[in-house]
C-alpha cells in the first residue's frame, strides 16, 4: 500500500506560466488515508492563496512551500524586496489565524516567518550603527 502525489503541469512542462495540478494517486487500500490527504491539499491552497494575496510572486510559492514541508520553517529573508513581501505575508497570516494557533501548518509558518523578520529587522539594526 502507498500513496504517490505528483505535481504536474497541464500543458507542456517547459512553460513555466502555466498552472499545475497535484496528481494523486492512491494505490491499494490506501483509501483509509484520503481524509488526511484531502486537508493536506486543503492546505496547500490555503497557503497559496495567502502568499498571493500578501503579493508573492507566483514562481516563489511553491519553492516557499517545498521548504516549509521539508525543513519546518519559511524561507531566509535575503534582501529588502524578500523582507516588504515577508512582512505583506505575515500581515495576511496574522489576520487570518487564531492568535492562539502554535499548532497548525499556517500557525507554525506563521511563528517561523515572524521568527525571520525580527532576524531580518536585528542585522539591518546593526548595520545601521
Given at each position: 500500500m502507498f500513496l504517490v502525489i505528483e505535481k504536474r503541469p497541464l500543458h507542456?512542462?517547459?512553460d513555466?506560466?502555466?498552472p499545475s495540478y497535484l496528481l494523486i494517486r492512491l494505490e491499494a487500500e490506501m483509501f483509509l488515508a484520503l481524509p488526511?490527504?484531502?486537508?493536506?491539499v486543503?492546505?496547500?491552497h490555503e497557503f497559496q492563496g495567502m502568499f498571493l494575496e500578501a503579493g508573492m510572486p507566483e514562481d516563489h510559492i511553491d519553492a516557499a512551500l517545498t521548504r516549509f514541508h521539508a525543513y519546518g520553517d519559511s524561507p531566509k529573508i535575503?534582501?529588502?524586496n524578500?523582507?516588504?513581501?515577508?512582512k505583506a505575508i505575515y500581515a495576511?497570516?496574522?489576520?487570518?489565524?487564531d492568535p492562539d494557533d502554535a499548532h497548525s501548518p499556517v500557525g507554525?509558518?506563521?511563528i517561523s516567518l515572524g521568527a525571520r523578520i525580527a532576524d531580518w529587522e536585528d542585522k539591518i539594526a546593526q548595520l545601521t550603527r
Open positions: 507542456s512542462p517547459s513555466k506560466s502555466c488526511s490527504v484531502l486537508e493536506w486543503m492546505e496547500e535575503l534582501s529588502q524578500d523582507y516588504v513581501t515577508a495576511v497570516m496574522d489576520a487570518r489565524v507554525r509558518y506563521l
